[in-house]
């Protein structure tokens, strides 16, 4: 199971919870669903790859982490 | 065409930057909905002859017969002090002691005057105010960073603009935010507000706060509405759904800013996400604008640069550089390379004192991270500043007003950012 990020194309945005039900017909297990076309979920591989077809999805990126610079770098110390 | 009386009051003439006939009056933000609050010229002239007050005759003459001039003179007044008021329909005023003129006149009509006569020579009449009240920090000791911005000579203090940070969350306990607004919220799953890593106080400290302990400034934007998000985690790293929660967050509880020191680095020749986009002009059409930390992989020292991270490197992010204290790109700052991650603007990075949780309370940090809530702070002030501006508009301000430095576009943008 994948965590998934999913960027609908805005010209489907008046539509956004038809989409929605569509990927989870495909077997998306949506957790989050935002009003400007992003929509997280979790799904197997293969339904990513099916997903990834649809004419409705602009982007799908596997969920990334973020976070502040290395803590063992030398920028965020007291000796810069 | 009947030039406008003396005796009416300039200002009931509707002139909107009042700009003087050299064409270089003050400028105001770039749009006709904003009109300049501080013009510099009542759009009257003064008529000056070059000989002074010992010249005797002539001024009356030619004004009343060329021009078809009313003319008052000062030598009218034996009684009363001279006040505009009494000369009412007047088209012209002559001081006879000081052997000037004041004409009422638009900037049109003065060209045809001076190429008249080369005796005359025409001043714009000033209009002049009150000083700025001097602001009670400007002989404040404060860091490097809240002098080089200029953050301590503005009045601006960012009052009532909510000022969002996203990041390791806050220490509400912090002694220098007692007085403050604070609003919190964790998205962080099994994490509360409480910031257990001491990034997210530092960066709100250099954006919002004002005084430290012993009085020295270190926050921009002194009384702007915290608003506290706490993204990732108390180890410092975070999903980039939390990212999007938080975003949407800010945006739909009115926060004009929206810092975020945080970011993933990107290979060359990456695009930028498409997910942080739509949520960046989400925000954006609530009115916010945003930003965040270009990222610290390079080692300028070792010729290794590294591209803007994500996501600073969307177009409706502005993606911001850190400086030193010599004004040169800090060696860990990223750099343009790829063409949609552009450095925006640049801010004080290296080297920053500012707020830590408690008990250690203040600490000195660098980083992008650092650089990017100076400049928020800074545009929480340009809202104060100009309360019904557009995101665009105020970006346009803060870009125009950056020192532009000697330095590549690709490191530092348009410069270090300036406050109003």
């Known amino acids: ?80 | 065409m009947r030039p406008p009386d003396i005796g009416n009051t300039p200002f009931s003439q509707n002139k909107t930057t009042g700009a003087p006939p050299s064409g270089q009056g003050p400028r105001a933000l770039s749009s006709p909905n904003v009109p300049s609050e501080h013009p510099m010229y009542t759009g009257r002239h003064f008529l000056i002859h070059r000989i002074g007050k010992s010249y005797k005759g002539g001024t009356k003459k030619m004004l009343e017969s060329k021009w078809g001039f009313t003319v008052a003179e000062t030598s009218d007044f034996v009684t009363e002090g001279v006040n505009e008021s009494s000369i009412r329909g007047a088209d012209a005023l002559i001081y006879n002691e000081l052997g000037i003129t004041l004409l009422g006149m638009e900037d049109e009509s003065t060209r045809l005057l001076q190429s008249l006569d080369e005796d005359y020579f025409i001043a714009p009449e000033k209009v002049v105010y009150v000083p700025d009240d001097i602001p009670i920090e400007q002989d404040t000791p404060s860091t490097w960073g809240i002098l080089a911005s200029g953050a301590i000579d503005s009045r601006y203090t960012g009052l009532d603009v909510r000022l969002a940070v996203l990041d390791t969350g806050f220490d509400t306990n912090h002694p220098d935010f007692k007085e403050r607004k604070i609003t919190a919220s964790s998205f962080v799953p099994d994490e509360t507000i409480k910031d257990r890593h001491g990034h997210g106080t530092h960066c709100i400290g250099i954006s919002c706060g004002s005084l430290d302990e012993k009085g020295i400034r270190y926050g921009v934007a002194t009384q702007a509405h915290v608003f506290a998000g706490k993204v990732l985690s108390d180890q410092g790293s975070g999903a980039q759904s939390w990212v999007l929660n938080g975003i949407t967050w800010a945006a739909k509880n009115g926060c004009k800013v929206i810092s975020l020191s945080l970011g993933t680095p990107v290979l060359p020749g990456e695009a930028y996400d498409i997910a942080y986009e739509r949520a960046a002009r989400f925000a954006r059409s609530r009115g916010a604008v945003l930003v965040a930390a270009a990222g610290n992989e390079s080692n300028r020292s070792e010729k290794r640069f590294s591209p803007v991270g994500s996501p600073a490197d969307c177009p409706s992010i502005l993606a911001v550089a850190a400086l030193d204290e010599s004004l040169s790109i800090a060696n860990f700052s990223n750099r343009e390379i790829n063409p949609s991650g552009k450095v925006d603007i640049s801010g004080p990075g290296v080297g920053i004192y500012s707020a830590y949780p408690m008990p250690t309370r203040y600490r000195l940090l660098s980083g992008t991270s650092m650089a990017t809530p100076h400049v928020a702070g800074i545009l929480a002030l340009l809202f104060e500043k100009y309360p019904d501006a557009t995101p665009e508009q105020i970006e346009q301000e803060l870009l125009k007003q950056a020192k532009s430095l000697p330095l590549d576009v690709k490191d530092a943008g348009a410069g270090l950012c300036i406050a109003p």
């Open chain 1, 1 to 80: 199971m994948k965590r998934v990020i999913i960027t609908v194309s805005e010209y489907y945005l008046d539509r956004l919870s038809i989409v929605a039900e569509g990927l989870r017909e495909e077997g998306l297990t949506i957790t989050q669903l935002y009003e400007f076309g992003v929509i997280i979920g979790v799904a197997e591989e293969e339904a990513i790859q099916r997903i990834r077809e649809h004419k409705e999805i602009e982007g799908l990126t596997e969920e990334k982490e973020t976070g502040i610079a290395p803590p063992d770098s030398k920028i965020q110390s007291p000796d810069n």
